[in-house]
């Protein structure tokens, strides 16, 4: 069974810097394409970024509202995706999700983990 | 950036309804699009892919169709389980975004 699993989420001031976990479980996980989510409270969803997998460079791609302050990153060893958050402002405030891309994507997804920025 | 339009925004169904609701992309998207289900607190669930390809789990209930810039996902019989919102979204260039959502509610 498919399990991802966030963590690292909390209050955080604005200005500052917050990394986010992502734990997976329950399949090859380095074969696959992963992404980052949110949705901010009482709104729609939002695509933040992804990282390729290895087999196709490890490469990234993020929304621009992100671009610049946001990283995704990797590691295979330990099935675990990160998102790196700089330079947070209160529009960042949102519950955050990552996902499994397999038949498209967000095809599994995890519970989610909210961060709150706020002064 | 590609624009997606879902309407209606609200529906009104019941139990046994067939529901149909529209996403409409302001660019041609091929077949690059993706249905969601959601309920209150809980993560979004994948329901279809490429437009039409249903995900592994999910009741035959549910069907997608369209290619191009129009696309529809539909209940063909309302369950209880099934009044939630639901989203598209597109994957077929960056940004990957999404519809502004259709809350399905009992009527």
């Known amino acids: 069974e498919v399990q991802l699993v966030e963590s690292g989420g909390g209050l955080v001031n604005p200005g500052r810097s917050l990394r986010l976990s992502c734990t997976a479980s329950?399949?090859?996980?380095?074969?696959?394409?992963m992404s980052w989510f949110r949705q901010a409270p009482g709104k729609g969803l939002e695509w933040v970024g992804f990282i390729r997998s290895n087999a196709y460079g490890g490469t990234t791609e993020y929304a621009a509202s992100v671009q610049g302050r946001f990283s995704i990153s990797r590691d295979d060893s330990k099935t675990i995706v990160y998102l790196q958050m700089n330079s947070l402002n209160t529009g960042d405030t949102a519950v955050y999700y990552c996902s499994r891309d397999a038949n498209g994507p967000g095809c599994d997804w995890g519970q989610g983990t909210l961060v709150t920025v706020s002064s | 950036d590609i624009q997606m339009t879902q309407s209606p925004s609200t529906l009104s169904a019941s139990v046994g309804d067939r529901v149909t609701i529209t996403c409409r992309a302001s660019?041609?998207?091929?077949?690059?699009l993706a249905w969601y289900q959601q309920t209150p607190g809980k993560a979004p669930k994948s329901l279809i892919y490429e437009a039409t390809s249903l995900q592994s789990g999910v009741p035959s209930r549910f069907s997608g169709s369209g290619s191009g810039t129009d696309f529809t996902l539909t209940i063909s019989s309302l369950q209880p389980e099934d009044f939630a919102t639901y989203y598209c979204?597109?994957?077929?260039?960056?940004?990957?975004?999404f519809g502004q959502g259709t809350r399905l509610e009992i009527e």
């Open positions: 660019q041609g998207i091929s077949i690059w």
């Open positions: 979204q597109q994957y077929k260039s960056y940004p990957q975004t």
């Open positions: 329950g399949f090859t996980f380095a074969y696959y394409q």
